[in-house]
C-alpha cells in the first residue's frame, strides 16, 4: 500500500488512525481558532494525530441562500493562521481549477468533492500541485469505480492519494453505509477515510437544507474503524444546533474526547491483529 505522508502525519500501512476533523465551514476566525485549539488539545492528550479541515467554501449547498462560508481569500488566511499558530496540517475542498493554485500554497491536503470526483480537469490540476490529494467518493459511485480517479491523479506522477467514502445515495434524501465499500477501496492501493459525519447526513432533507442524524456518528464509525481504515473524518462544532453549515451531522467539541478514546482503543486491536496475520 502506498503511504502518503502530511507533514508529519503518516497515512497507511498498520500506522495508528488519523482524525480528519474541524467545522463544516468557516464561519468566523475566532470560532475556527477555538475549535482547532480544542481539537489540538483532545488529540495531544490521547496520542492521535490530526489534520484539520474546515471548507472557505462550500460550492455545492442544497439552496442558492445557503450560507457557504467566508470565500477562499478570507477562508485561507484563517486557515493559514491555524496551520501556524497550532502547527497542523490544514485540508480544504477545491472545487474549480482556477482555485487550485492559491489554495495549494496553504494546504496540506487539496480535496476533491465528492460531487466532483469524476471531474477530469480538477483531479489532473490537483495531482499536478505534488501535494497529497483526497478524493472523496461519489454518493453515485460504487467504491471499485475510484480506481479512475485515482489514475487521473496518477496520471500527473502523483501517487500521494487519500479515497474517502461518504455514504452512497439510497432513495431519496437518504444515505447508506456500506462497510464493503471500505476494504474495496483500500484494495486499490492507497489510505483510506472514512467521512462517519456526512455518512449521516440527509441529503436536502430539511427542505432548503440537508438533514441529518448525528446520533449514529459513534457507531459507524466504530464500525468503520474496525475494518482497519486509516483514517477518520469528523465535521465538529462547538454548538452543532446553531452552526451555519451541516449543523444536524456534527459532532460537538465536547464528545469529541470519549469517542475518540473509544475509536482508537478499537483502532489498536485491529491494527495489532492485522499485523500479527502478515
Given at each position: 500500500?502506498?503511504?502518503?505522508?502530511?507533514?508529519?502525519?503518516?497515512?497507511?500501512?498498520?500506522?495508528?488512525?488519523?482524525?480528519?476533523?474541524?467545522?463544516?465551514?468557516?464561519?468566523?476566525?475566532?470560532?475556527?481558532?477555538?475549535?482547532?485549539?480544542?481539537?489540538?488539545?483532545?488529540?495531544?492528550?490521547?496520542?492521535?494525530?490530526?489534520?484539520?479541515?474546515?471548507?472557505?467554501?462550500?460550492?455545492?449547498?442544497?439552496?442558492?441562500?445557503?450560507?457557504?462560508?467566508?470565500?477562499?481569500?478570507?477562508?485561507?488566511?484563517?486557515?493559514?493562521?491555524?496551520?501556524?499558530?497550532?502547527?497542523?496540517?490544514?485540508?480544504?475542498?477545491?472545487?474549480?481549477?482556477?482555485?487550485?493554485?492559491?489554495?495549494?500554497?496553504?494546504?496540506?491536503?487539496?480535496?476533491?468533492?465528492?460531487?466532483?470526483?469524476?471531474?477530469?480537469?480538477?483531479?489532473?490540476?490537483?495531482?499536478?500541485?505534488?501535494?497529497?490529494?483526497?478524493?472523496?467518493?461519489?454518493?453515485?459511485?460504487?467504491?471499485?469505480?475510484?480506481?479512475?480517479?485515482?489514475?487521473?491523479?496518477?496520471?500527473?506522477?502523483?501517487?500521494?492519494?487519500?479515497l474517502t467514502e461518504r455514504g452512497a445515495t439510497f432513495g431519496y434524501n437518504n444515505l447508506v453505509t456500506d462497510m464493503r465499500a471500505l476494504v474495496i477501496m483500500r484494495q486499490l492501493g492507497y489510505p483510506v477515510i472514512f467521512d462517519a459525519t456526512h455518512s449521516v447526513q440527509l441529503p436536502g432533507g430539511a427542505g432548503g437544507s440537508s438533514g441529518g442524524q448525528r446520533q449514529f456518528v459513534a457507531a459507524l464509525s466504530r464500525a468503520a474503524v474496525a475494518t482497519g481504515i486509516d483514517g477518520l473524518f469528523w465535521e465538529v462544532h462547538e454548538d452543532p444546533d446553531r452552526a451555519l453549515c451541516d449543523g444536524a451531522n456534527s459532532l460537538p467539541l465536547a464528545q469529541v474526547e470519549a469517542m475518540l478514546t473509544q475509536i482508537l482503543a478499537i483502532d489498536t486491536l485491529v491494527k495489532e491483529t492485522l499485523a500479527q496475520g502478515e
Open positions: 500500500m502506498e503511504q502518503v505522508t502530511v507533514g508529519k502525519t503518516h497515512f497507511g500501512g498498520n500506522k495508528p488512525l488519523v482524525l480528519i476533523a474541524g467545522p463544516c465551514a468557516i464561519e468566523d476566525e475566532n470560532l475556527t481558532l477555538r475549535i482547532a485549539e480544542g481539537l489540538k488539545e483532545i488529540t495531544s492528550r490521547l496520542g492521535c494525530e490530526l489534520v484539520f479541515k474546515a471548507s472557505y467554501d462550500k460550492a455545492n449547498r442544497t439552496s442558492v441562500s445557503s450560507f457557504r462560508g467566508l470565500g477562499m481569500e478570507s477562508g485561507l488566511r484563517i486557515l493559514e493562521r491555524v496551520k501556524k499558530e497550532f502547527e497542523l496540517p490544514i485540508l480544504s475542498d477545491v472545487h474549480d481549477v482556477s482555485q487550485i493554485a492559491a489554495a495549494a500554497e496553504v494546504l496540506d491536503v487539496l480535496q476533491i468533492p465528492a460531487f466532483l470526483c469524476r471531474q477530469t480537469d480538477l483531479l489532473v490540476a490537483a495531482g499536478r500541485t505534488g501535494k497529497p490529494i483526497n478524493i472523496k467518493k461519489g454518493q453515485f459511485l460504487a467504491p471499485w469505480d475510484m480506481e479512475h480517479g485515482v489514475n487521473k491523479v496518477v496520471s500527473t506522477g502523483n501517487r500521494q492519494i487519500l
